[in-house]
T-cell receptor
Framework: DTGVSQNPRHKITKRGQNVTFRCDPI?????LYWYRQTLGQGPEFLTY????????KSRLLSDRFSAERPKGSFSTLEIQRTEQGDSAMYLC????????????FGDGTRLSIL | AQSVTQLGSHVSVSEGALVLLRCNYS??????LFWYVQYPNQGLQLLLK??????LVKGINGFEAEFKKSETSFHLTKPSAHMSDAAEYFC??????????FGAGTILRVKS
């Protein structure tokens, strides 16, 4: 069990630029989740995949955000035309396929918009 | 719909004292409940979970929590605080969809 891996750990970019984050889940986990955490708050759900299928998206996920999980392995989260309000920690988690299984989190990608 | 309320954004205890972090939930379906801990600039680490069965759940690092359906609570306790317990703690609830709904977190400070 090598854990959930996220890259990069930190990303600093100018407003209006596009950014992409990567998440590698625990190998035997078929569910993968993205959350966003702002300072002083708990994580908020963005979207999740079961294998390669994106099954649910939060209303927080505006049309500037897109997530993919090709072949049901790693996932990417892209933010286009970044805004100041996108500054946050983006967390990825994975779990086995049953609803009562706990989610295991990566260390996150901290995004700072200049 | 589901929600979590964590009472007390900051809790301070002395080393060796009882730790009690409060969590109340709301869920329209039988809930699955979790406690996670987060250290600065890190992700969340699972402390314990309640799914079904025994209502007193034991987790890692000496923590435990009791599911009380009548009170819609899932408070986290530890008999004796250690300096290494200083961190932020999150209570979370999930239902059939498995996405987690988190509380706002409680920062635990341990005084020597």
């Amino acid at each position: 069990d090598t854990g959930v891996s996220q890259n990069p750990r930190h990303k600093i970019t100018k407003r209006g630029q596009n950014v992409t984050f990567r998440c590698d889940p625990i190998s035997e986990h078929n569910r993968l989740y993205w959350y966003r955490q702002t300072l002083g708050q708990g994580p908020e759900f963005l979207t999740y995949f079961q294998n390669e299928a994106q099954l649910e998206k939060s209303r927080l996920l505006s049309d500037r955000f897109s997530a993919e999980r090709p072949k049901g392995s790693f996932s990417t989260l892209e933010i286009q035309r970044t805004e100041q309000g996108d500054s946050a920690m983006y967390l990825c988690a994975s779990s086995k396929g049953r609803s009562n299984q706990p989610q295991h989190f990566g260390d996150g990608t901290r995004l700072s918009i200049l | 719909a589901q929600s979590v309320t964590q009472l007390g954004s900051h809790v301070s205890v002395s080393e060796g004292a009882l730790v009690l972090l409060r969590c109340n939930y709301s869920s329209s379906v039988p809930p699955y409940l979790f406690w996670y801990v987060q250290y600065p600039n890190q992700g969340l680490q699972l402390l314990l979970k309640y799914t079904t069965g025994a209502t007193l759940v034991k987790g890692i690092n000496g923590f435990e929590a009791e599911f009380k359906k009548s009170e819609t609570s899932f408070h986290l306790t530890k008999p004796s605080a250690h300096m290494s317990d200083a961190a932020e703690y999150f209570c979370a609830v999930s239902g059939y969809g498995n996405k987690l709904v988190f509380g706002a977190g409680t920062i635990l400070r341990v005084k020597s």
